[in-house]
Each structure stands twice: as C-alpha cells, then as structure tokens.
C-alpha cells in the first residue's frame, strides 16, 4: 500500500525541514549571544548577518519543494532526492558563510542557485512529457 | 502511468516558483542600483518598497500553494490552474505597483485576495464533497 | 475517486491557510492602529511585536505542512490532522501572546515546537516503515 509512495522525496523533505529548524535554532542562539531580545531585528552585524541567513532560507524554503516535488514526480525520484541533499548541503553551506563575512555567502548562493535550476530543468521536463502524454497522448521516449 | 498527474497544476506552480525567483532577482537589482549591500534591508523608499513587495510575495506564497493543490484536487484542476494563472498575473501587478508607488500595491493586492479566495472557496467546497463521500457515503451531484 | 484522497489533511491545510490569513490581517490592523504605513516595518513596541508574531508563523508555515502532510500520509492520517489543529491553536496562543508581551510569545512557542516535534517523529517513523517495505521488501507491523 505505502510500496508507491515517493519516500525519498518525504525523506529528504524531512531532512530540509530539520535543517530550516537548525538555522532558525541558530537565530535564537546569536540572539543569546548579543542579547538582542525579540521583536528586535537589528544589532551587531555578526547577528544581521545570522538574521539575514536565515530569512533568504525561509524565501526560498517553497520555491525548493515545489520543484523537488514535481522533479522527483514528474521526472525521476531518485535524481531529485540526490538534488535535494546537494540543496541542504548549500544551504549550510551559504549559512555557515554568510555569517562569517556577507562575502562569504557567495559560493553557497551560487550551489544553491544551481540545484535549483537543475530542479527547475528537470521538472519542467517532466511536466512536457506529462502534459503531451495526458492531452496528445504522444508518448516520447 | 504519468497520465493521471495533475500536470496542469503542477505547470502552474513552476511559473509561480519562476515568478517568485523573478522577484528576488529584482531586489537584487535593486540592491545593485541603490548600492545596499546585505545584510541590511533599509535604504532610499524605493529599495524598501522592492524589498518589501517581495517580502509580501513570500509571505502568502504557502498560502498559495496549499489552496491552489486542494482546490484543484478537490474541486477541478482546470479551474484551479487559471485561477493560479490569475494570481501571478495578480503579483506581477502588485510588485511593479507597489515598487513605482506604495499607494499603487492596492489594485493587485486586491486582485491577490481576489483569487486567493476563489481558491479557498472551490478548495473547501471540494473538501466538503470528499469528506461526505468518504466518511459519510453522501454523494453530492 | 476522491473516497481515497487525504481530506482530513486538506482540511487542516485550509483551515491553517485562513489562520495565516488572520495573522496579516491583524497586522494590517496594527499598522492601521499605529499608523504604520508600508513599505515600513518599525514603530511602537506593539506593532513590532505583532508584526514579529506574524513573520515567524511565515518562518514556520513551510516545515509545518511538509511534517503534517508527511505524517499523515506514511503515518497516521487522523493523528496527523488532530496534531494540525493543536499546530493551529498553538499558533494562536503564540501570536496573541506574542502582541500583549515578547515573554508571553513562550508558553505558545514551545506548544508549537512540541506539535512539530510529535509531527516529526511520526513522519519519521512512517518513512522508515516505507522505505523498509519499498526497497528491503521488509514489513514491520
């Protein structure tokens, strides 16, 4: 019953759910550290840049589902779960980055700008093939 | 074997990821153009406006999504696609609105209700018919 | 044809997609109480407070729906529903504690945190069970 359900997309959903939980964890941290206590959102630059880290994951958080969803269903699961974690690897990447030094976000955007498109390649290919299959029934491959 | 996934919904919601990702394009323009190198978010009324009309995207994004799938799910796909249509339209209206002018958001954040709540509205009469079916074997129409 | 889809899970979602309505809404509200207008985001204690309360259910909304769909598909989908509502009520014990005072955003915040945890679990164990059975052909239970 559950032998057809997409569980490496669930998976790796999962896993980026507890990554978006670690970075918002890693907010309240550095709000500890500089005290800088809620509603505010501005103080030393170390904790703007933590703050900043965090929102530009949240932007992006459904954009990235949306298309690892409908890559791993409409194209390949397996390749899609695989680009996922290269996802959540970037992420952590820009974070761990961006909070050092604003510069230092840059390699982990661009790795994260990349995985997104390759999502947005592969899904958008899956959906022709989907669309000319449901409405033409022309079959390729 | 693929001809039964909802493709059009899933077409939508890849335009919808590319518009929002068009959105956070132009802030970083914006940033370029105003010379407001992040982490901060503050600056000339123009950027703060950019900033936040994407922000507001952002925000109603997951709202979006969730009513979009469930009404064309539950209620009819064709109709939630063009109503998915609709609201993008209805954003790229609010973001270069708001952007030339705060007063000038209005007419697409009306227009973005405006769909937001023909999709909740189909969603929950679809959820309505499902759940009769379901659990209490009542088949309307 | 719609007896099998997951209605319980998609009524939750409609009903917390309205509750992050709400939230705007209330923010809206403040800014038109305090005469806070857009693009700004800083004014009176209140406002900052009510606004704050809105952002982090934002921050939240993503990982809420992927644990409680996730949950409800490979677990349970009647815990997975029940644990949604109490994700709700959470929601709003947070945020009208969050406007009246910053400390008192605590007793809802850690209500939410605890309904993600439980969601999270759950949805954890379902994929584990999934993959068992989808790729060692190995069924518990």
Do not use: C
């Not at 790796?12 to 505010?40: D, E, N, T, Y």
């Not at 695989?82 to 030094?101: A, D, K, M, P």
């Amino acid at each position: 019953m559950t032998s057809d359900l997409p569980v490496l997309l669930a998976a790796v959903s999962i896993l980026s759910a507890l990554h978006m939980a670690f970075q918002a964890r890693r907010v309240g941290w550095s709000r500890m550290k500089h005290k800088i206590m809620p509603p505010a959102v501005t103080g030393p630059p170390e904790f703007e840049r933590t703050f900043r880290a965090h929102q530009n994951s949240v932007e992006s958080y459904s954009v990235f589902l949306v298309v690892l969803w409908i890559s791993g269903i409409f194209f390949n699961e397996v390749l899609a779960a695989l680009g996922g974690i290269v996802y959540i690897v970037s992420r952590e990447i820009y974070f761990t980055g961006y909070i050092s030094e604003s510069k230092k976000r840059l390699p982990g955007f661009f790795l994260v700008l990349s995985v997104l498109l390759f999502l947005t390649v592969t899904a958008t290919i899956g959906i022709i093939q989907a669309f000319l299959d449901k409405y033409l029934n022309i079959r390729l491959l």
